[in-house]
């Protein structure tokens, strides 16, 4: 069965810090996979999207990586700031073009 | 990044009311479009997905009668609610494929729609 699998399921942190969020996935045949970031009351943004050729990608504050053959991805965000706060989802293509698969997000609150 | 957009993005009705969603594509040409219903605290639920002029196709427990959706251009697809309940009282978030390598998915900023 197809799944994404995320953890931690909520986290708090003080502004500067940074944190790694983690994806698992058992989807299969893998196309893509895609951090998005929503905030409350809006749709999601993309962070990034990777085939499985690719290892690493960055995008500002936020990197993420890659293990195909681990089926594992992380999401490290640097210099946390209060903007930060959202859930951020980890989502998994099947074959380009079919159905995402979501995760159920992990829930990033930064304090001061 | 690509953008989409959705309108209304808040709207209240009564039960029985119908309402419609429009969903468009800003800057680039959609052939597909995805509709989502997001709960509370919950992840996105696919309910259908809206192919430019041809029918919809509706996930394994979604109304196609209940939720009409037309997808009429390459770049608007909207959806509509028939004779709301508070049960569908809910957020309503639209995506559009933008053909490449990756076939990203862009999403719209969501609606939220509350029936009384």
């Known amino acids: 069965k197809n799944q994404v699998e995320q953890s931690p399921q909520s986290l708090i942190i003080l502004e500067g810090k940074n944190c790694t969020l983690q994806c698992n996935y058992t989807v299969s045949p893998f196309s893509n996979l895609r951090w998005y970031k929503q905030d409350t009351g809006r749709g999601p943004v993309s962070l990034t999207i990777m085939t499985f050729s690719e290892n690493t990608k960055s995008n500002g504050r936020y990197t993420a990586t890659l293990d195909a053959d681990t089926k594992q991805s992380s999401l490290h965000i640097t210099a946390s700031q209060l903007s930060d706060s959202a859930s951020y989802i980890c989502?998994?293509?099947?074959?380009?073009?079919?159905?995402?698969?979501f995760g159920k997000g992990t829930t990033l609150s930064v304090s001061s | 990044g690509a953008v989409v957009s959705q309108h209304p993005s808040r709207v209240i009705c009564k039960s029985g009311t119908s309402v419609k969603i429009e969903c468009r594509s800003l800057d680039f040409q959609a052939t597909t479009m995805f509709w989502y219903r997001q709960f509370p605290k919950k992840s996105l639920m696919l309910m259908a997905t809206?192919?430019?002029?041809?029918?919809?196709?509706?996930e394994q427990g979604v109304e196609k009668d209940k939720f009409l959706i037309n997808h009429a251009s390459l770049t608007l697809s909207t959806l509509t609610v028939t004779s709301a309940h508070p049960e569908d009282s809910s957020f309503y978030i639209c995506?559009?494929?933008?053909?490449?390598?990756?076939?990203?998915?862009?999403f719209g900023p969501g609606t939220r729609l509350t029936v009384l």
């Open positions: 809206s192919n430019e002029g041809s029918k919809a196709t509706y």
């Open positions: 989502v998994v293509s099947a074959t380009a073009g079919t159905a995402l698969i």
């Open positions: 995506s559009a494929r933008r053909d490449s390598s990756y076939n990203e998915q862009f």
